[in-house]
């Protein structure tokens, strides 16, 4: 569980080590991080993913041999070695086993495992997992194309640059499955 009372107190005193008091426009600064960082940008951390899927999902009979792609999911996490958010959007597609999940339900589960202190790579296999072990998928993958703002906005300063990572499971771990899937992502 996060402490905001210790949060906005470690953000009042990180403010004042770089030689900036919290008054004036910086008053309240330390409350308003800490609501931030417990209610929007970690909130994944304190929900079960897993749990997500099962409950938004249902059992079939028959899926047949076609593939579920859902895309253009916005999302938003915070890189573990900058605290700096990263930004851009998800693919996710599977090959439906014994469960298929809604398609807000995907979306839900890609929030939740990226609002939490974690890699970009850790997001992707999460996912995959989850949809893997939870619908019992024959398949499934998940690309990201996020903008780091710590690579934007400091070191290298490379703005405009896109991140792309892509984890894959059963069928499209192949090599032949695999092909199928990039192809239906239009790459």
Do not use: N
């Not at 028959?62 to 792609?69: F, Y």
């Not at 609002?115 to 398949?139: P, Y």
């Amino acid at each position: 569980m996060i402490d905001r009372r210790a949060a906005a107190r470690a953000v009042e005193d990180f403010l004042r080590a770089l030689g900036h008091e919290p008054v004036g426009e910086l008053e309240g600064t330390g409350e308003r991080v800490a609501d931030a960082w417990a209610d929007d940008l970690l909130e994944g951390e304190s929900i079960d993913a897993a749990a997500v899927l099962r409950e938004g999902s249902l059992g079939v009979t028959d899926t047949g041999t076609g593939i579920v792609v859902v895309r253009d999911l916005a999302v938003t996490t915070i890189c573990p070695h900058h605290l700096l958010p990263a930004f851009g959007s998800a693919i996710v597609a599977y090959q439906p086993g014994a469960r298929v999940a809604g398609i807000g339900t995907l979306a839900r589960v890609v929030d939740v495992v990226a609002r939490r202190l974690t890699l970009q790579e850790q997001i992707g296999a999460t996912v995959v997992d989850l949809i893997s072990r939870e619908l019992e998928a024959k398949g499934a993958l998940c690309k990201l194309s996020l903008t780091h703002t710590c690579l934007v906005s400091r070191g290298e300063r490379k703005t405009g640059a896109i991140v792309e990572t892509f984890a894959f499971s059963g069928t499209f771990a192949t090599s032949e499955g695999r092909a199928l899937a990039l192809a239906a992502l239009g790459r």
